[in-house]
């Protein structure tokens, strides 16, 4: 069974860290770009960073800027994603994704993945 994974999520105060993986099973996806994406209670799925391939290329939403880094571990199939100085504002259940190419490309659109994990909530208190 082919499925992503998230782990990590958890508590923090307003300028803690926190580190989050996504470890895909059933098949490599070391071919694919890879994405983290974050919804909010009430708001809609938004998109946080994608990240293509080889892991060489990066693409940030302005809000995480600075603060966030997604990185991959091709050995280990794994996507992970280190949040730094968090804000209550990243509070939200964050979601990993696997792109249907290898390249970054529309990265935004949700309906450029075809496969999603189950989501790890991240909670920030001011």
């Known amino acids: 069974q082919v499925q992503l994974v998230e782990s990590g999520g958890g508590w923090v105060q307003a300028g803690g860290s926190l580190r989050l993986s996504c470890t895909a099973s059933g098949r490599t996806f070391s071919t694919y770009a890879m994405a983290w994406f974050r919804q909010a209670p009430g708001k809609e799925r938004e998109f946080v960073v994608a990240?293509?391939?080889?892991?060489?290329?990066?693409y940030y939403t302005d809000s995480v800027k600075g603060r966030f880094t997604i990185s991959r571990d091709t050995a280990k199939n794994t996507v992970y994603l280190q949040m730094n100085s968090l804000k209550p504002e990243d509070k939200a259940v964050y979601y990993c994704a696997k792109a249907k190419y290898g390249n970054i490309f529309n990265s935004r659109v949700p309906e450029t993945y075809d496969l999603w994990g189950q989501g790890t909530q991240v909670t920030v208190s001011s």
């Open positions: 990240i293509n391939f080889s892991g060489s290329s990066t």
